[in-house]
């Protein structure tokens, strides 16, 4: 297995990839090509797939505000699981942002995944329950009728 940095030739198969987990939760703008784009160039040290055989089988999303980390969208292929292929790219990514002077990393995870959030717990991430996590989309779809 070989991890390196992630590159935006790599989009269709980590979408395939992320298709076919179980528990994942993508939408339209953020996780599109162009979001994803967006995200890599900000974040170009910190993005990683894990390969087989030049087959992407793992990827981590992971960035910074300056001040926190935070990883999105980390997956591994249901056939390669239980490998330490997470674990590895948990590692690398988090090694990247110690070296951007980040010290503290935060995800979130849907309460219905119950894998993710065992894999989450088994790395030493920690629930917050004092939190409530909020967000507001910006963008709306806009329907334009021709």
Not at 11 to 26: F, K, R
Not at 51 to 60: Q, R
Request: hydrophobic letters at 40%; glycine letters at 8%.
């Amino acid at each position: 297995m070989n991890i390196r940095k992630m590159k935006i030739d790599d989009y269709d198969e980590i979408y395939n990839l992320w298709m076919s987990c179980a528990g994942m939760g993508l939408n339209n703008f953020d996780d599109s090509r162009d979001g994803i784009d967006k995200f890599i160039n900000r974040n170009p040290d910190t993005c990683f797939v894990a390969l087989i055989e030049n087959k992407i089988v793992g990827a981590i999303l992971a960035g910074n505000d300056g001040r926190r980390g935070f990883i999105y969208h980390t997956a591994v292929s249901p056939r390669f699981r239980k490998q330490g292929i997470g674990r590895k790219l948990v590692d690398t990514a988090m090694l990247a942002l110690k070296q951007c002077g980040i010290n503290k990393v935060a995800l979130v995870v849907f309460d219905k995944n119950i894998d993710g959030n065992a894999f989450w717990e088994s790395l030493g991430f920690s629930v917050r329950n004092d939190l409530t996590y909020r967000n507001k989309v910006l963008t709306e779809m806009i329907r334009i009728d021709t």
